[in-house]
């Protein structure tokens, strides 16, 4: 059974402090992404990484770093943690090449900065 | 600019009958089209896709229908069941663009019994 896991389901941080995220998947996928999701505006992407120690900003990369040491890790990195970032974060994988292209989602982090 | 769009952000249906879920896009690049079904507190879930070469694709219940001339996609549930009852995203993908799918804003669907 495929799966993606994220390190906490609900995060309570301080406006100014460093957030990490962790995703890890298991289905060896070279893609990997990590999205916002805020009521009425969708999933809006951050970064994606479709390779070890690759990455791509997404539509809104402000405020927000990734690392990808591993294939089957990816991290989201809030370097100083702001209100406005307060919000659901989904990790995701896919494959990259056969079509397809369905992603696996995480179950979710639900972050709020105070 | 919004290149895939949920015009609507709530369905409201009846058990046994269809919904009907639609979704338009501006990107003529986009070559193949997905949908997810998204519970709360949970992760969105794949539910179905098609390909730019395929105007309709069928798996159960659910049908997706795609007009390209158009730039729209449909997905259609029938019959509907209370555990339909989440929030539907429409998702397109460029071939050349590493997978990389852009999302809609979600269509919130709730089948009453």
């Known amino acids: 059974d495929v799966k993606v896991t994220q390190s906490s389901r609900y995060l309570v941080k301080r406006t100014g402090e460093k957030v990490f995220l962790e995703c890890v998947q298991d289905?060896?996928?070279?893609?990997m992404f990590w999205y916002r999701q805020d009521p009425g505006l969708g999933l809006r992407l951050i970064y994606f990484s479709y390779d070890v120690k690759m990455k791509e900003k997404g539509d809104i990369p402000e405020g927000y770093s990734v690392s990808r040491e591993k294939k089957e890790r990816f991290s989201l990195i809030l370097e100083s943690a702001s209100t406005n970032q307060t919000s659901m974060y989904l990790c995701a994988s896919s494959f990259s090449s056969g079509g397809g292209y369905e992603q696996y989602f995480g179950p979710g982090t639900r972050l709020t900065v105070t | 600019d919004q290149q895939v769009k949920q015009n609507s952000p709530s369905l409201s249906v009846q058990e046994g009958r269809i919904s009907i879920l639609n979704c338009d896009y501006t990107?003529?690049?986009?070559?193949?089209f997905l949908w997810y079904k998204k519970y709360p507190a949970e992760g969105p879930t794949f539910l179905i896709s098609?390909?730019?070469?395929?105007d309709k694709n069928e798996d159960g219940r659910f049908t997706v229908f795609l007009n390209k001339s158009a730039k729209h996609l449909s997905l259609h549930i029938v019959p509907s069941q209370p555990g339909d009852s989440a929030v539907y995203f429409c998702a397109a993908s460029d071939e050349n663009n590493a997978g990389k799918s852009t999302f809609g804003d979600g269509t919130t669907l709730t089948v009453k019994p």
């Open positions: 990107n003529s690049m986009f070559d193949y």
């Open positions: 098609i390909s730019s070469i395929k």
């Open positions: 289905m060896d996928h070279e893609n």
